[in-house]
C-alpha cells in the first residue's frame, strides 16, 4: 500500500531541461561584431529547435499553401559577453539564398529576429507579447541596395544590406517601431555555403531591457523568404534562458523556463479530445471548424509549461487575437464581456482534478 502511494505521488514529477545559453565573458568590446569575427570561436554553438508558426493563419492563401508542411527546424545559438554588452551568433540552414531586390515589393527575405521581454516579473507570451507584457523585437532581413562608397561586397558579388529593425510588440498586430539610432544595437547576417549566419549585438543593460541576476530570457526566430515567411509566420523558439557566465544567480529561471512535467501523456490526449477537440485543430485531430481557435500544433514546442498551464487555467491572461479577419471570417475569439472588456471565447477548465490537468499538460507538452 506505502508503495503503491509513493508510486503515485511519483507519477507527477517535474524535470528540467537543462538546454540554456551560457554567455561566454571575453576580454573586449563585443558590441558591433560581426557575424564572421574570429572571436565567436571562444563559445560553441548550442542547438534549439523553433517550431512554425501555425496558430494564427495569415490571409494569404498562397503563403498558406506553401507553409502548410512547414517543419520544426534547428537553430545553432551561442553568445558572448564583455561585461557590459552581449552578442548573439545564430546560424540556420536554408537551401534557398532570399534577397530582396530594390524596388520589388513583393519579395520576401530570409532572415531573423530576436525577443527580449521588457520587463521581468511575468513571462510575456512568446509570440510578441501581449497587451500587458510587451516585448521588443529585434529583426534583421537580407536585401540588396544600390551601390554606394561605404558598402562592402560580399565574395557572391552581391551587397547585402541587413535590413534591420527594432519593433516594441503587445501582441499579433501591434508592431511600433521604435528608433534605435542611439542605442548600440547592430545585426549581421551573411549566407554561407547552405548556412545563414545572424548576429545582434547591444548593451545587456538598455532603455528596454533591465537585468538583475545571472540569467534572463530571450526567443529566436527565423524566417524563410522563399515560404513568404514574414511577421508571425515564421519558426520560433520558446523562450530559452541565457546564463552569464560568472554571474550569480538565475537557476530559478532556467529551471522553471525549461520545466516539463511527467504525467499520463495518454489520459491526456483523452481530455484534450474531449474537451479541446471542438474548438482547436492540433496534429491530426481536425474536428474542429476551421479557424475557430488557434492551431495547438506546435504549442508544446513554443509555449512553456506555465504558458500553458494559465492558458487552460486563466485563458483571459494572455488573449491570443485572431487579427486577421479575413482570414477566420466566421469566429471571433475574443468578445467584450459585460464590463466592456476583451475576454476570450474559451472558457477556463479550472474544475479539472489537479491529476486531470497535469495529464492534459503532459499532453500538451508532447504538441511540437
Ligand atoms: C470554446 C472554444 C474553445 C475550447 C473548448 C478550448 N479553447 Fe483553447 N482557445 C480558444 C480560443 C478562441 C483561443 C484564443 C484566444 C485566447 O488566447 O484565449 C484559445 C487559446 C488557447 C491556447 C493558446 C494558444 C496559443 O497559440 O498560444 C491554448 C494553449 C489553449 N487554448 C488550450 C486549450 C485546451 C488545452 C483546451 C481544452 C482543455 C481548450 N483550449 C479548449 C478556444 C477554445
Redesign the pocket.
Same mark, same amino acid.
Given at each position: 500500500m506505502l508503495v503503491k502511494t509513493v508510486c503515485f505521488i511519483l507519477i507527477v514529477c517535474f524535470a528540467s531541461a537543462n538546454d540554456y545559453i551560457s554567455a561566454i565573458k571575453v576580454p573586449g568590446n563585443v558590441l558591433g561584431i560581426k557575424a564572421t569575427s574570429k572571436a565567436w570561436m571562444s563559445a560553441n554553438f548550442v542547438n534549439f529547435k523553433a517550431y512554425p508558426m501555425v496558430?494564427?493563419k495569415t490571409n494569404d492563401s498562397q503563403a498558406n499553401r506553401l507553409n502548410y508542411n512547414n517543419g520544426v527546424k534547428t537553430i545553432k545559438i551561442k553568445a558572448l559577453y564583455d561585461g557590459k554588452n552581449i552578442a548573439f551568433l545564430l546560424k540556420w540552414r536554408d537551401t534557398t539564398e532570399n534577397i530582396a531586390k530594390k524596388l520589388e515589393t513583393d519579395s520576401f527575405e530570409d532572415g531573423f529576429g530576436i525577443e527580449f521581454p521588457t520587463q521581468l516579473e511575468v513571462i510575456p /507570451?512568446v509570440?510578441f507579447g501581449d497587451r500587458k507584457y510587451s516585448v521588443i523585437y529585434y529583426e534583421a532581413k537580407a536585401g540588396i541596395v544600390q551601390y554606394s562608397k561605404k558598402q562592402i561586397f560580399d565574395n557572391n558579388k552581391n551587397y547585402i544590406n541587413v535590413k534591420q529593425e527594432v519593433f516594441q510588440y503587445q501582441g499579433f498586430n501591434s508592431s511600433k517601431k521604435i528608433n534605435f539610432k542611439n542605442s548600440n544595437i547592430t545585426m549581421d547576417l551573411i549566407y554561407k555555403n547552405g548556412y545563414w549566419l545572424g548576429s545582434l549585438s547591444k548593451q545587456i543593460v538598455d532603455k528596454f531591457s533591465s537585468q538583475n541576476s545571472g540569467a534572463f530570457i530571450i526567443s529566436f526566430s527565423v524566417y524563410n523568404g522563399q515560404n513568404m515567411q514574414r511577421g508571425r509566420l515564421r519558426n520560433l523558439t520558446p523562450w530559452i534562458a541565457v546564463k552569464l557566465e560568472g554571474v550569480d544567480g538565475g537557476e530559478q529561471l532556467i529551471n522553471k523556463i525549461g520545466e516539463q512535467i511527467t504525467a499520463n501523456v495518454k489520459n491526456g490526449e483523452k !481530455?484534450?479530445l474531449k474537451?479541446?477537440s471542438?474548438?482547436?485543430v492540433y496534429k491530426k485531430v481536425k474536428n474542429a471548424p476551421k479557424y475557430?481557435? &488557434?492551431? +495547438?500544433s506546435f =504549442?508544446g514546442g513554443y509555449?512553456n509549461l506555465d /504558458? +500553458?498551464k494559465e492558458?487552460?487555467l486563466d &485563458?483571459?491572461r =494572455?488573449? =491570443?487575437?485572431?487579427f486577421t479577419k479575413t482570414a477566420h471570417p466566421n469566429?471571433s475569439?475574443?468578445e467584450k464581456n459585460e464590463n466592456n472588456k476583451n475576454s476570450? !471565447?474559451?472558457?477556463s477548465?479550472d474544475w479539472?482534478s489537479q491529476s486531470e490537468i497535469n495529464d +492534459?499538460l503532459a499532453f500538451?507538452q508532447t504538441l511540437k
Open positions: 496558430n494564427i /507570451y509570440n !481530455i484534450a474537451n479541446c471542438i474548438c482547436h475557430m481557435a &488557434p492551431d +495547438l =504549442v509555449g /504558458y +500553458l492558458s487552460i &485563458p483571459n =494572455v488573449q =491570443v487575437e485572431d469566429f475569439w475574443i476570450s !471565447i474559451m472558457p477548465f479539472m +492534459l500538451l
